[in-house]
């Protein structure tokens, strides 16, 4: 079934699945596991998907499914709370450096970032996090610390997990600090991250209670990862505990990382600034309680963010395209949602096959960044054309502002 702004599939005994994809490739795939969730007895009207829509772990990545008595961890993931923030500076770009290298070196200091070893529990500092935290750090955790504590009395494992010394730190993958123009050549500062290792852990912990329930009560399920914990059981109140407190460990992460990242673009650039002339910090993989169609009801957006009327979102593109700054049309059949960012085309494996250092360095060309082999599967040819990601969704946005990157740093 088509309509004027998005199309409508229904699989045999599954809810409908509205998809503001017109224009924009969707994997066979992605179309399975969206016919899987659809099937879920508690999804309430219907499944919502994004323009930047691919596979993802049990559910696909750009999709926004709304649950009545139920919640999914695994289509919360294991990077709870991950997400953007933005903040508009009073510098132009004729203030920057003709040499970024220095301004790039600067950042890489003052935020932690990189893989943590895999390690069963932490016992040290690695490094992705803080030898010595800055008091930014620890007016955070002051804010963090009492639910923390409440958690971990249920769920002991997770006082073992890398939690505080990751506080203001960046991660690894498509997790990134950048430096960008505006249309105006106005600067903004710009980031990506999550919860980090205490948010792995709280997510994987509730994915494997999710499944061991499912096996206890012999609940067949087309994908495990589907699994879900019911409203009313203690499993189901912890997890909303837990996870409430992942996504505000999240979004003061990227508080703390703001600050640090202004702090160092200062020790660079000697004219005085200020910033937050406007700013955004939003999340894009989060559940959390809202009213849709009469019903106080369970959203997850699994790659997918707030888009409500007049509300400020984030929607990156990928290393060395255009990002946006969006504001929601509070279209009710999206549940309030827009896409992410563009969305991968390939694995990252994939990627690595295919393209080359050289690659790398041409489809980056004007933004100083890393350009090694680590980084190749982030390159732009593995992620879907931004333009073509918001051309699908202009029921759903209007763009703000339009970004481009003269620094990014790769975790």
């Not at 998809?19 to 596991?33: F, I, L, N, R, S």
């Not at 849709?292 to 959203?299: E, I, P, Y």
């Not at 333009?387 to 202009?394: C, E, G, S, Y």
Request: charged share 20%; net charge neutral.
């Amino acid at each position: 079934m088509k309509h004027e702004d998005y199309d409508v599939v229904q699989y045999k005994d599954g809810r409908p699945i509205k998809m503001w994809t017109k224009g924009v490739p969707v994997e066979e795939e992605a179309k399975q596991q969206l016919a899987n969730t659809s099937r879920l007895p508690f999804i309430y009207k219907h499944i919502a998907v994004m323009p930047d829509v691919h596979l993802g772990k049990g559910s696909t990545i750009g999709s926004v499914i709304p649950t009545l008595g139920a919640v999914i961890p695994a289509a919360v993931g294991v990077d709870i709370g991950c997400g953007m923030m933005a903040a508009k500076t009073t510098l132009f770009a004729h203030d920057l450096p003709d040499n970024l290298g220095p301004l790039r070196t600067a950042i890489e200091k003052a935020i932690p970032h990189g893989m943590s070893p895999k390690t069963r529990s932490f016992k040290g500092r690695d490094k992705g996090s803080w030898e010595n935290p800055p008091p930014a750090v620890d007016a955070a955790w002051a804010q963090l610390k009492d639910g923390f504590d409440e958690i971990c009395l249920k769920t002991r494992r997770l006082k073992n997990t890398n939690n505080y010394l990751h506080l203001g730190t960046l991660g690894s993958g498509n997790h990134f600090v950048e430096v960008c123009l505006d249309e105006a050549n106005a600067v903004w500062l710009m980031l990506h991250s999550g919860s980090r290792g205490v948010g792995n852990a709280i997510g994987s912990h509730f994915i494997e209670l999710a499944k061991q329930d499912m096996r206890t009560h012999f609940i067949n399920l087309p994908d495990q990862d589907l699994s879900y914990l019911p409203e009313g059981t203690e499993h189901y109140k912890d997890y909303i505990q837990a996870v409430g407190w992942a996504q505000k460990f999240a979004l003061l992460n990227r508080e703390v990382m703001m600050q640090n990242l202004i702090a160092a673009v200062r020790t660079v650039i000697s004219k005085p600034f200020e910033t937050h002339i406007e700013a955004v910090n939003c999340h894009h993989n989060y559940v959390q309680k809202e009213h849709h169609f009469g019903k106080d009801v369970l959203v997850t957006r699994k790659g997918a963010v707030s888009a409500r009327a007049g509300e400020l979102g984030i929607i990156p593109g990928s290393m060395g395209a255009k990002s946006f700054i969006v504001r929601g049309k509070g279209n009710e059949e999206s549940f309030h949602s827009c896409s992410h960012g563009a969305g991968r085309t390939m694995s990252r494996t994939a990627a690595k096959k295919l393209y080359t250092v050289a690659d790398q360095i041409a489809a980056t060309e004007g933004v100083e960044c890393r350009k090694d082999a680590n980084v190749i599967d982030e390159i732009p040819m593995a992620y879907k054309d931004i333009d073509a990601v918001m051309l699908a969704q202009t029921a759903l946005v209007d763009v703000v502002h339009v970004l481009k990157q003269v620094v990014c740093v790769k975790g």
